[in-house]
Structures are given as C-alpha cells and as structure tokens.
C-alpha cells in the first residue's frame, strides 16, 4: 500500500463534481470563472481544489492532514447513498447521518466560509490584544514596570505613542485557522438528519453547481428580524443538486414533492450562482451562468475571500 500523501485536496467532492460531467466533452464539466468572466473545461481533479487546502506544516515540513483523510472517509460512507437518492430511494437511521454529516462539510469546507472563518479569529485576537494595550490598569502596570526595569531597544516613549494610536497595526492571521469552523458540521449534522427530505426533479431545464454547492437559508422574515442562519430552526431550507436534473431539498416541514419546474429552477441556479465563491460549474455550456454572475457581481465582490494556502493571511483592520 502506498504511503504517498495527497497534495490536490478538493473542497467540491469529486463525488459531487462527477455527476455534472459531459460524454460530449470528454467526461469533463463547464467551469464558469467569476473573476475571469469566462467559461472553460476541465477535469474533475483540477477544479474544486487546491494544493494542501487542508494540511497543516509542521516544522519539520511534513504535513497534518488528519482533516483531509477525515473528509474523505466521509464522502467514501457517502458515495452509496449518494447513489440511492439518485434512484428516489431516501436514507434511513445512520445511513442518513451519514448523508448529513457529508452535506454539513459541505457548507462550511468552502473558502469564502473559512476564510471568514479566520477573519472572525482574528477580530477576536487583536481585540484582546487592543485589550493589554490600552487596558488602565493592565496597561498602567506594564508601563511602571518597564520604567522600574528598562528593557533593552524598549522606547517607553513610543511604546505609549504606539498603544494610545492602536489603529496604526495591523493583524495579520493565516487563513488555515478558519478550518477550526469544520468542527461545527458534526453539530449541525444530526438537525439537518430530522428534517424533511425529498429529492425532486427538473422539468425544462436543469440544475448547475459550484464551489460551495449547498445552499442553505431561512424564507423572507419581517422586518428588523435579523437572527442568523440556524439550522435548528423549522423553516430553515437546505437544497443541494444531487446531478443536472435531481435536486435534493430539506426542510422542516413536508412541501408540496415532485417536479421543479422552470422558473423554480433558475431560483434555486441562482442560489448556486450567488453562493459561489469563483467557480460556477454545468453539464453544459450555460449562457445563463454568466449572465446571473454579472447580474449579483457587485454583492458577490463584498463575500469573496482569497485563495487559501499556507502563507495566506487574513488581514484585519480595526
């Protein structure tokens, strides 16, 4: 058995990309990049994936990749009922955990979530660190102390400048501590499996996916109602494309099942469209894709995160 490690790590399953494949174009897909505005073909194992995405390197340059042979012991439970709900028949007991816990990665393995992820990190880290610096007494104490017994190149003069204009530093943290959001898909998992579940198909039209192919939100609330995504809640509806013409949709409570129809469908290719972070991805060339990305470009601009490897940094600016 072969103890070589994997470099190319997929936040897309390839079990999910597979179904989005073309016999027309050599078992590939359409790959539609935002930043670029342009549709290309490629291979399953060179879209949805990076380099190391998962692995962290360890001084001594080898890589922790626990995470990534986590996840893929996920997607490998996950493959044959992937292929039972592609037949209508739905997961029962442990088998429907398990689809669960496969969809919850899902949601949150995403670059635009990790990398908020780490960004959130990094807000919490240099409040405390504008905590030590300006805090009265803490600050007061380390002052009179560093006056007491002089350090040396310690400028007590510019230290206080420094500390009473905290704006003037930036924080800089790697994006791979936004990983730490992967723990919460075993939380989330159980409450997606007591749902409503129902795979629907499409009538005149089909379904596309993306870099971050389940979708998950809550119907309009009143105004001023401004609680989080949560996915404890009842009316909370999870849709994830199964392939180009089966469409897996959870909910709290049963829906009216059996076909989307056309204007339904480009709802919920909109969904896709919008929760992409650069890839939008089709059985087929779909002039539509770019069409809905120009339309929800300047959004979108707003949530894009950077490219994660190893020496990104998630920057914080106070």
């Given at each position: 058995m072969s103890n070589q490690r994997t470099k190319n790590q997929?936040?897309?399953?390839r079990l999910h990309l597979r179904k989005f494949t073309s016999d027309e174009i050599g078992g590939k897909v359409w790959v539609y990049d935002i930043e670029k505005e342009e549709f290309r073909t490629s291979t399953v194992e060179n879209v949805g994936s990076q380099t190391n995405y998962y692995s962290l390197k360890r001084a001594d340059g080898t890589y922790y990749d626990d995470i990534d042979h986590w996840l893929t012991d996920i997607e490998s439970e996950a493959a044959p009922i992937y292929e039972h709900l592609l037949q209508g028949r739905m997961p029962l007991g442990k088998e429907r955990?398990?689809?669960s816990l496969f969809l919850a990665t899902q949601f949150y393995r995403t670059?635009?979530?990790?990398?908020?992820?780490?960004?959130?990190?990094g807000r919490q880290i240099k409040s405390a660190v504008d905590g030590i610096l300006t805090g009265d007494e803490k600050?007061?104490?380390i002052i009179a102390d560093l006056e007491k017994n002089p350090l040396p190149n310690i400028d007590i003069a510019k230290l206080k400048r420094y500390s009473a204009q905290s704006r003037n530093y930036e924080l800089s943290i790697s994006a791979k501590v936004g990983l730490e959001i992967l723990k919460f898909s075993e939380q989330i998992a159980p409450l997606i499996a007591q749902k409503h579940w129902e795979v629907r198909q499409a009538i005149g039209g089909h379904f596309i996916t993306s870099d971050s192919p389940v979708h998950?939100?809550?119907?309009?609330?009143p105004p001023g109602d401004a609680r989080p995504l949560n996915f404890s809640d009842p009316f909370v509806q999870i849709s994830y494309p199964?392939?180009?013409?089966r469409m897996l949709f959870i909910t709290g409570a049963s829906a009216p099942s059996g076909w989307v129809l056309a204007h339904e469908i480009e709802n919920f290719n909109r969904a896709r469209s919008w929760d992409a972070t650069r890839h939008i991805i089709s059985h087929v060339h779909d002039d539509q894709i770019?069409?809905?990305?120009?339309l929800d470009g300047h959004r979108r601009l707003q949530l894009r995160s950077p490219k994660i490897n190893p020496q990104a940094k998630a920057r914080v600016r106070r």
């Open positions: 997929h936040y897309v399953p955990l398990t689809f670059p635009r979530r990790i990398n908020a992820a780490a960004e959130l990190i600050y007061a104490e998950a939100a809550t119907p309009p609330r199964l392939s180009p013409t770019m069409s809905r990305s120009k």
